[in-house]
């Protein structure tokens, strides 16, 4: 008899009307069509007779223990074979996205994790965060090497730093924009891939235009460990907590430059400047491994359903931007609204004038210390400690006097006369370190004074660094409470830019000039930079009140359902909460035990 004459047992009918007495109640909520060995369906042949809810077939199988009609007991093994369900690809692969990458509807809250999940957050987070900073500095030492094996000029080579430099002001623009919208695991795993591929394409580099461009794509992928990990640590961590979170967080930004030089001139003497990016590829996988399997998704995320009524009185679901650039562009709006305020524009001049003579400084150190003073690859690496040994004490006693300096005003005006501007008087180290220290460095290398005097340079100089830094990133936080990303990233991108194009031009200037001549225009472009923070000290309120009144972004606050949106809350607009944000913890509680 042929399969298709074939007459099913009775059991299997009732079995299947059972089926569609349960569907009436379950609906038709998915389309797992049952058939039997012989491939006839056991249904009707409507698109609504062979819908049938996996529920329905849980609860009647034939093969069942709890079958009331055992009767039809056919081969469990053809059976299992022919009543096997589709697989319904896209749903698959959902749920393996889910498992991997997690879920930022998840109604769960990260920050009910246990201690010690927090603390492996933590160490996985500050330890992608040190790839941006080690990626930045560790084949300082071996630009000549570059230079002479690629044949190419040092103007040339200059462009790879210049490359890296400006991609990492501007790349964490797009993944902060991405991970509040995907999430941060997501963000984090392909950044990573990225700069994996672009490492290992760098080491391969055969001229320097590859060096060039596969530099600026590693950027991209290396700069997203700050942004991103800030984000993870503000989901994950309480307020309350959250200055040790992020002073333990913070470790890598300030170890980058220590380490990297080090570690990059030993790679370059033995093992050749290429090393130093197979090495970062290592270190990347190493990461992508930890966050692939530790990291759990933290950011959250809840799904919004807004509605109009149409002309009949129906409600009609709307959505917001799904295009991932018009997602951007309501994120990048805050940035081009901050454009108009002079606080800022003024305070990223300062910090702009000080990062573009710092990459005066940086990429020429190797030049300066390889031809002055006759060192090798790693002697050269060993020097850069002075430098990153500086940023990290900077970093510590200037969060420690900024505070000083607030909580000594805040006892002699009190409370209520306390504002912002009030802690650019923390800057006050920077007008004598920077320029000094460009001073005691340029003059004993151009007359090959004994090598401590500028190793000692470059430590006040370093010194002089934070004391700027800290203090005018602080009062941005301050002074933009819930816009303070927005105000840090004008900041970074634009003194990023500028850099990049100091230090294409970096070694022809030591070379035309001198150190001697250099350094000592940078101390005196520096003494006049004074003048933006007086500004600032002197006629910032004013000009930050009025901002706020023409544009109504004067307050803002953090939801609390998700930690990292920025909402606009004008009735409070007149409330200022300087201490909300994540950045002011960062540095002036980084010193904290």
């Known amino acids: 008899m042929s399969s298709n004459n074939a007459r099913l047992p009775d059991d299997v009918d009732i079995h299947t009307r059972r089926i569609k007495r349960i569907k009436s109640y379950l609906g038709p909520l998915h389309e797992h069509p049952m058939e039997d ?7 009707g042949t409507s698109e609504q007779d062979n819908s049938l809810h996996p529920i329905a077939t849980t609860l009647v199988h034939p093969l069942d223990s709890s079958n009331p009609h055992p009767s039809f007991q056919p081969d469990r093994k053809s059976y299992s074979q022919s009543t096997t369900l589709p697989v319904n690809k896209h749903a698959l692969l959902t749920r393996i996205w889910d498992v991997v990458m997690g879920d930022i509807y998840d109604p769960s809250d990260p920050q009910d994790l246990s201690p010690r999940k927090k603390n492996m957050i933590t160490f996985i987070v500050a330890l992608s965060g ?11 030492p071996g630009l000549l090497t570059v230079m002479e094996e690629l044949n190419t000029s040092s103007a040339a080579v200059n462009g790879t730093v210049a490359a890296y430099v400006v991609f990492t002001g501007i790349a964490p623009l797009f993944w902060a924009s ?3 919208t995907y999430g941060r695991k997501p963000m984090y795993v392909l950044s990573l891939i990225i700069s994996i591929v672009a490492a290992i394409l760098c080491a391969v580099s055969q001229n320097i235009s590859m060096l060039i461009v596969f530099r600026a794509v590693q950027a991209c992928g290396s700069s997203s460990g700050q942004t991103l990990g800030a984000g993870v640590i503000a989901d994950t961590i309480d307020v309350s907590h959250r200055g040790k979170a ?7 930004p300030l170890v980058g430059p220590v380490i990297g030089p080090t570690i990059g001139g030993f790679l370059c003497e033995y093992l050749g400047w290429r090393s130093t990016f197979y090495f970062l590829a290592i270190l990347g996988a190493v990461l992508l491994v930890l966050v692939t399997f530790q990291l759990p998704e933290t950011f959250r995320k809840h799904e919004k359903h807004e509605y109009t009524v149409d002309d009949e009185g129906k409600r009609i679901e709307t959505k917001g931007p799904t295009n991932i650039f018009q997602q951007m562009a309501v994120a990048f709006t805050p940035m081009v609204i901050m454009l108009q305020d002079p606080t800022i524009i003024v305070i990223t001049i300062y910090n702009t004038v000080i990062f573009a003579s710092l990459y005066f400084l940086n990429p020429t150190i190797t030049v300066t210390f390889k031809q002055r003073y006759g060192l090798n690859s790693w002697q050269v690496g060993l020097c850069y400690l002075a430098y990153g040994v500086g940023l990290m004490s900077g970093s510590v006693l200037s ?5 000083f300096v607030l909580k000594r005003l805040t006892q002699k005006k009190g409370p209520e006369k306390i504002y912002p501007e009030l802690r650019m008087r923390a800057v006050f180290p920077a007008f004598i370190l920077i320029p000094a220290g460009y001073l005691i460095y340029g003059w004993s290398t151009q007359f ?6 500028p190793i000692i340079g470059l430590f006040v100089y370093s010194l002089g660094q934070m004391s700027a830094f800290t203090p005018t990133s602080v009062y941005l936080v301050d002074s933009k409470p819930g816009r303070s990303a927005s105000a840090i990233a004008i900041n970074n991108c634009f003194r990023s830019v500028i850099a990049a194009i100091a230090a294409i031009f970096s070694t022809e200037c030591v070379e035309i000039l001198g150190p001697g001549v250099l350094f000592s225009i940078l101390a005196g472009v520096n003494v006049l930079n004074i003048a933006t923070v007086v500004a600032v000290m002197l ?11 023409k544009t109504g972004m004067g307050g803002q606050r953090r939801s609390s359902h998700n930690p990292t949106s920025l ?8 409330e200022v909460d300087p201490y909300a944000e994540e950045l002011y913890l960062v540095h002036s509680r980084i010193s904290e035990p």
């Open 37 to 43: 060995s012989q491939g006839n369906s056991l249904e």
């Open 448 to 453: 090959i004074i004994g090598l401590y005097v």
């Open 399 to 403: 969060g420690r006097y900024s505070d």
């Open 130 to 140: 040190i790839s941006g900073p080690i990626g930045s500095m560790i084949y300082m």
């Open 178 to 180: 991405m991970s509040d």
């Open 246 to 252: 992020y002073g333990l967080f913070y470790i890598g």
């Open 567 to 574: 909402l606009l809350d004008r009735e409070a607009s007149d």
């Open 539 to 549: 006629r910032g309120k004013e000009w930050r009140l009025n901002f706020e009144r």
